[in-house]
Nanobody, 118 residues
Framework: VQLQASGGGLVQPGGSLRLSCAAS????????MGWYRQISGKQRELVAT???????DYGDSVKGRFTISRDNAKGTVDLQLTSLKPDDTAVYYC?????????????WGQGTLVTVSS
């Protein structure tokens, strides 16, 4: 599975942005897809994930502001970011958890930079 993320950029505080991630390869084996972010100097953290069955998990800092959507058939996952704050500035990574045999393997996209600044 390969992941291609897009949609990052510069946005003003309070603004919105949409990130997209498209998987290629054996997308039928993808269990969970979602987004993580890494703020400079900090560990990578959960933003939002969605399982194939529709279970969603959000990081505490983005609840109520970000919305994840996923198309299982197309192998895509999008993240709508609203009410952005400077603290949301980070590199955002798309992640897919893929069932390979009897184990789950993690795949990461290349990351897309989101900068929130006036």
């Amino acid at each position: 599975v390969q992941l291609q993320a897009s949609g990052g950029g510069l946005v003003q505080p309070g603004g919105s942005l949409r990130l997209s991630c498209a998987a290629s390869g054996t997308i039928a084996d993808i269990n969970k897809m979602g987004w993580y972010r890494q703020i400079s100097g900090k560990q990578r953290e959960l933003v939002a994930t969605k399982t194939r069955g529709g279970i969603i998990d959000y990081g505490d800092s983005v609840k109520g502001r970000f919305t994840i959507s996923r198309d299982n058939a197309k192998g895509t996952v999008d993240l709508q970011l609203t009410s952005l704050k400077p603290d949301d500035t980070a590199v955002y990574y798309c992640k897919a958890v893929v069932l390979e045999g009897s184990s789950l393997e993690d795949y990461w996209g290349q990351g897309t930079l989101v900068t929130v600044s006036s």
